[in-house]
């Protein structure tokens, strides 16, 4: 299958690092979280998979929707909450909930536009089968 896109990030000192995209757009110092002993006032590894996967998600949201000709009464909206939790054997896990407000929109039918948009979501194809990924829509 050939790339569409790709783009490459390099680290240097981990959670306690520096990020920067080859192209020197995304440039950014990340530290462990505060609630896990980390320095306040920075980003960290789980808020950049929660930004990206909100994003990628409600970009696939809107593809859906397009395709099916639904105009909801405002933009949609994905809030991602990411968890980082011990999977009892020394190591982690990541947990996910995509909180999902589709304006004007009967939640029945943005239940159907929500699991359709997780079908075609890059994040959620890559993630399904390997973390809990909870689908939410909400008003």
């Given at each position: 299958?050939e790339?569409?896109?790709?783009?490459?990030v390099?680290?240097?000192?981990?959670?306690?690092?520096?990020?920067?995209?080859?192209?020197?757009?995304?440039?950014?110092?990340?530290?462990?979280?505060?609630?896990?002993?980390?320095?306040?006032?920075?980003?960290n590894?789980?808020?950049?998979?929660?930004?990206?996967?909100?994003?990628?998600?409600?970009?696939?949201?809107?593809?859906?929707?397009?395709?099916?000709?639904?105009?909801?009464?405002?933009?949609?909206?994905?809030?991602?909450?990411?968890?980082?939790?011990?999977?009892?054997?020394?190591?982690?896990?990541?947990?996910?909930?995509?909180?999902?407000?589709?304006?004007?929109?009967?939640?029945?039918?943005?239940?159907?536009?929500?699991?359709?948009?997780?079908?075609?979501?890059?994040?959620?194809?890559?993630?399904?089968?390997?973390?809990?990924?909870?689908?939410?829509?909400?008003?």
């Amino acid at each position: 299958m050939e790339a569409l896109y790709q783009t490459t990030v390099a680290v240097t000192g981990g959670r306690n690092g520096k990020v920067r995209s080859e192209d020197g757009v995304l440039e950014l110092e990340v530290r462990t979280p505060k609630e896990l002993g980390g320095k306040e006032g920075y980003t960290n590894p789980e808020q950049l998979f929660a930004a990206g996967y909100a994003a990628c998600f409600d970009s696939a949201l809107n593809l859906i929707m397009n395709r099916e000709k639904v105009k909801p009464a405002s933009p949609s909206t994905v809030k991602a909450t990411v968890a980082l939790k011990s999977n009892g054997a020394g190591g982690f896990v990541l947990g996910v909930v995509l909180a999902v407000n589709i304006p004007g929109i009967e939640k029945a039918q943005a239940q159907e536009l929500v699991e359709k948009a997780h079908v075609v979501c890059p994040y959620s194809n890559a993630t399904r089968g390997n973390i809990e990924v909870q689908l939410e829509v909400i008003e």
